[in-house]
T-cell receptor, first 119, second 114 residues
Framework: EAGVTQFPSHSVIEKGQTVTLRCDPI?????LYWYRRVMGKEIKFLLH????????ESGMPNNRFLAERTGGTYSTLKVQPAELEDSGVYFC?????????????????FGEGSRLTVL | GNSVTQMEGPVTLSEEAFLTINCTYT??????LFWYVQYPGEGLQLLLK?????DKGSNKGFEATYRKETTSFHLEKGSVQVSDSAVYFC?????????????FGSGTRLSIRP
């Protein structure tokens, strides 16, 4: 079974340009998360989809970031226009857990990450 | 809010040495605690977990005990191998559903010398 896949693995762009990152979760996983790790610091939560709906987007840094998950399958994260401080590794993760009130494993399945470098 | 603090790296040890990576947390209520590991060229993967106080999570020779009195979840291994070289992340989850996000620490890079 394929794991979580992310594309591209590395993107180098100039300040002001646009970049779109893509994540394909494990088939059948309703929950999809985006995280970001900047300069070796902690992995910070960006947002959480349940199917095509945004469950929690409290971690999105500003309105230059737009995440979508049309049809509840793959997701894209667009940064427009990119700034220097957006550089980092963007991780996607998925899980299949009860939506509320049920037991959970806490296990997220991560992709290898997309490294973004803004010059 | 909830947070996780773990020891800064990098940590370099010789093969068969004893390993401890410290992790402490701040959370309201009773969080679940996790250690994730990222091997070179791979995504993060769950190493072990503990869901209540005094629980011990274990996997691949690694152990961590959920200590509520010290709000800690230190990772230990009695004899490390070169293949354990990776980045280790301590994490917590404050709620009981997938709606509660997992919060990660800053990661500790571990390098094991042959």
């Amino acid at each position: 079974e394929a794991g979580v896949t992310q594309f591209p693995s590395h993107s180098v762009i100039e300040k002001g340009q646009t970049v779109t990152l893509r994540c394909d979760p494990i088939s059948g996983h309703d929950n999809l998360y985006w995280y970001r790790r900047v300069m070796g610091k902690e992995i910070k939560f960006l947002l959480h989809f349940v199917k095509e709906s945004k469950q929690d987007e409290s971690g999105m840094p500003n309105n230059r970031f737009l995440a979508e998950r049309t049809g509840g399958t793959y997701s894209t994260l667009k940064v427009q226009p990119a700034e220097l401080e957006d550089s980092g590794v963007y991780f996607c993760a998925s899980s299949q857990e009860p939506l509320a009130g049920g037991p959970h494993t806490g296990e997220l399945f991560f992709g290898e990450g997309s490294r973004l470098t803004v010059l | 809010g909830n947070s996780v603090t773990q020891m800064e790296g990098p940590v370099t040890l010789s093969e068969e040495a004893f390993l401890t990576i410290n992790c402490t947390y701040t959370a309201t209520g009773y969080p679940s605690l996790f250690w994730y590991v990222q091997y070179p060229g791979e995504g993060l993967q769950l190493l072990l977990k503990a869901t209540k106080a005094d629980d011990k999570g274990s996997n691949k020779g690694f152990e961590a005990t959920y200590r509520k009195e010290t709000t800690s979840f230190h990772l230990e291994k009695g004899s490390v191998q070169v293949s354990d070289s990776a980045v280790y992340f301590c994490a917590l989850r404050g709620g009981y559903s997938s709606a509660s996000k997992i919060i990660f620490g800053s990661g500790t890079r571990l390098s094991i010398r042959p």
